[in-house]
Every structure is written in C-alpha cells, then in structure tokens.
C-alpha cells in the first residue's frame, strides 16, 4: 500500500471507502482518534481504570468498527472519533456497573458534534457481542485452541475467558488468581495470550 501519511488528509467518508477496499487504512483512524479517545475514557472514569485497560477498550472498539465494516452494510452517520468514543463510553458503562465502580462522571452532557474530539452518541451501542464472528476459521482455531488449553487445565483458560467474555478488569482478575498486582496479571495474560495464538495458528495451518 502507498505511504498512509498522503492519505492522512481523507475525510472520514474518503477513509471509510478506502478501509473496504483495503483492511490496512484503518491503521488511520486508529492515530487519528487514539489519543481524543483516551482522553475522553480517562476524564469518564475518573482515573478509576488504567490506560492499559483503556487501551484494550479502545482496541476492541476498532475491531468492533472493523467488523462493521467488512460486512458490508456499514453507514457511518457521525465522525469516526464519534463513533469510537461512543463504543468505548457503552463498553465502559457495562465495565463501571459490574465493578460497581464510582466516578465523577455525569452522563449528561451528550454531545455529537464531529468536531468535538469528546463527542458521542448515546444511541450507538455496538459491542464485541454483537459481532458475529461464528463462521470465521480465525474464530474457529481460537475456540478449538480455548477447548485445548481447558483440556490440558492451568490457569489460561480460566483467565483468558473471563477478560474477554466476562469482561472482569485486571483488579478483578489479580483478586480472583491471588496474583501480587495487576502488572503480574498483565504478564500472566500475555503469555497465555501467546499460548493461545500459537495454539490457534497450528490449528489454522494443519
């Protein structure tokens, strides 16, 4: 693909055309909105959760955009900074309310502007759930690789499922595993992590 810095300039509506034609442009939008995005989830939780939580909320927002977008019937009606923020701030308030989690935060001050980097809209309440990746071998391999790690027991199994679909925080998991702090969890989940993706990538390759 050319250098995406000439591309840098492209409207959101440019970019999103670009992006189903090639996976590779929304590299773009992910510099484009990372920072605003995280500002946006640090001033929500009040410091409550850490930017590598953040981090990984932001990360599934732009898989979750990307999955709407490679079906085919995506209409992107706001910026995407907008609709980002919007996922993040609806994964947040699931994460806040299971963690029974306080902040300063007042969700009533809503606002869609495109040229607000803090923008969003309530109304958009995409998720990972909603995605349907059941017929993907990507998604396969990963779930036979999950059924071989709960075969052979350990801790990643456990682990690993409850971050992603029980969506526990890091505090969470460092009080359920009896784990020092939640740097030790971090690393205890990206090496199951790794485990996991080496698992799944022999199985797409047999």
């Not at 090639?22 to 510099?31: A, E, F, H, P």
Request: hydrophobic share 30%; net charge negative.
């Amino acid at each position: 693909m050319a250098d995406k810095n000439i591309f840098s300039n492209l409207t959101d509506q440019e970019l999103l055309v670009k992006i189903k034609q090639n996976s590779d442009y929304l590299g773009i939008v992910y510099k484009r909105c990372k920072t605003n995005c995280l500002g946006f989830m640090r001033k929500m939780t009040s410091g409550k959760i850490s930017d590598y939580e953040l981090e990984d909320v932001f990360q599934d927002a732009n898989i979750i955009l990307y999955e709407k977008i490679v079906k085919g019937d995506f209409v992107l009606t706001a910026s995407f900074q907008t609709y980002l923020n919007s996922v993040c701030r609806f994964q947040l308030l699931n994460t806040l309310e299971k963690s029974k989690l306080t902040t300063d935060y007042e969700d009533n001050s809503e606002d869609d502007d495109d040229e607000n980097p803090n923008g969003y809209n309530s109304s958009i309440t995409d998720s990972l759930d909603a995605v349907d990746h059941s017929n993907e071998p990507q998604f396969l391999a990963i779930e036979t690789a999950l059924e071989k790690m709960k075969a052979a027991g350990g801790h990643c199994y456990e682990l690993l499922t409850l971050f992603w679909y029980h969506k526990k925080s890091m505090n969470e998991l460092t009080t359920e595993f009896g784990y020092t702090n939640s740097d030790t969890t971090k690393n205890q989940k990206a090496k199951c992590q790794k485990r996991l993706e080496k698992i799944a990538y022999n199985e797409l390759n047999q």
